[in-house]
């Protein structure tokens, strides 16, 4: 949704219009030319899609001979409905017929419906002349999000390859149709794992959690740093987490992506869209939009993990509904910090794994966006934590004083700075 609930349809198109133009130029200008990292055979799968302004109307685009567009001029109509370069985009992703896509999902039956998002409802399917199981997300058309979510999305999955970054199989846009085809990933999102658990749930343990923040950080790094142009992810959230087998961490849902600053520029100008509880407080109250905008988001996530609350909670009293904002004071006192952990993990966890992944997640939503770290350095000091496995049946963890990390006692040399930085900070 909107960083505070669901948008208003901008008057403005034109000035919308120029800025997914600078965007889409700047993505586009490295399709068959910039490698964008080593090829990655791993599935991926979208679930749902998060709530979004619908920047522009469509309709069903018929060429002057009247005869229908075809399925990849469609997507290029899309484009220039939105002032776009007439560049071909998207050739990386397969396309697809609506007929085919309907057959897939026999017709978008009932027992095919997976979940709904802003852009609209997602399916399971098998398509046929590729044997394989699929996500499919079609575009409501009276929905909140519209064509600049569609094309945005095609062109930035087009160019990423990544193992937590969800791959786009394919699309289809014919006529008044919009769908993106995604591999289909059983265990759904983060959130289906963390929030509102039906019972006999069994929640996710310690070495998952931050398996999962570690892969996280890894995607959103690929977007910041190895991507060609930068991308800045604007809608990081426990619900855009896809969960593939054995936890596999992906990231969905890059219709509000951005291409980053670059050159001696240090933030782009944009309207301010995400989601309230994960949306920077700087972002939110300039529009200015930065990478460290991405690290506010990241942090409520891994606080999320540690401590099991949701990002928003209107069920709790009114003081502690924002999870930033109850987590803040007690930042301040480490012997606060085990009152913050899930208590479904039942004592389960590392004292000292716990106070560092507090730590990293208070550095990340820091108020000031120059004192969040950069997501390399989130990176290693979450591959650590990932890569100490803590054992709740070793001797050391009966002692809630003293953590139940496996590693070699050189290891302590080993550590990345923003782990040693968390430590030095609890002394």
Known sequence: ????????????????NKEVNKDTVKIKKTIG??????????????????????????????????????????????????????????????????????LAT????????????????????????????????????????????????????????????VKLIGFCAEGDQRLLVYEYMPLGSLEDHLHDLPSGKKP?????????????????EYLHDRMKPPVIYRDLKCSNILLGEDYQPKLSDFGLAKVGPSGDKTHVSTRVMGTYGYCAPDYAMTGQLTFKSDIYSFGVVLLELITGRKAIDNTRVRKDQNLVGWARPLFKDRRNFPKMVD?????????????QALAIS??????????????????????????????????????????????????????????????????
């Open 1 to 16: 949704m909107g960083c505070f609930g669901r948008s208003r349809k901008s008057s403005k198109r034109s000035e919308i």
């Open 106 to 165: 026999g017709n978008f039956r009932s027992d095919c419906f997976l979940g709904e998002g802003g852009f609209g409802k997602v399916f399971k399917g098998t398509i046929e002349k590729l044997d394989q199981v699929v996500a499919i997300k079609q575009l409501d058309r009276n929905g909140a999000q519209g064509i600049r979510e569609f094309v945005v999305e095609v062109l930035t999955l087009s160019l990423a390859d990544h193992p937590n970054l």
């Open 33 to 102: 030319g910039t490698s964008v990292g080593k090829s990655d055979k791993k599935d991926d799968q979208t679930q749902t899609s998060s709530d979004s302004t619908k920047v522009s109307p469509y309709r069903d685009v018929k060429d002057e001979g009247g005869g229908g567009v075809g399925k990849e001029d469609q997507l290029a109509l899309d484009v220039k409905g939105l002032n776009l370069n007439d560049q071909a985009t998207g050739k990386k992703a397969q396309t697809f017929t609506f007929q085919e896509l309907s």
């Open 204 to 220: 996710l343990d310690w070495n998952t959690r931050m398996k999962i923040a570690a892969g996280a950080a890894r995607g959103l």
């Open 362 to 427: 208070a550095m990340c939503v820091q108020e000031q966006p120059g004192m969040r770290p950069v997501v390399s350095d989130v990176v290693l000091a979450l591959n650590f934590l990932a890569s100490s496995k803590y054992d709740p049946n070793s001797p050391s963890s009966s002692s809630r004083r003293n953590p139940s990390f496996h590693k070699d006692k050189d290891d302590d040399d080993k550590r990345p700075n923003l782990v040693k930085e968390t430590e030095s900070e609890d002394q």
């Open 343 to 355: 208590p479904t993990l039942q004592g389960q966890y590392p004292v000292r794994g716990l106070y």
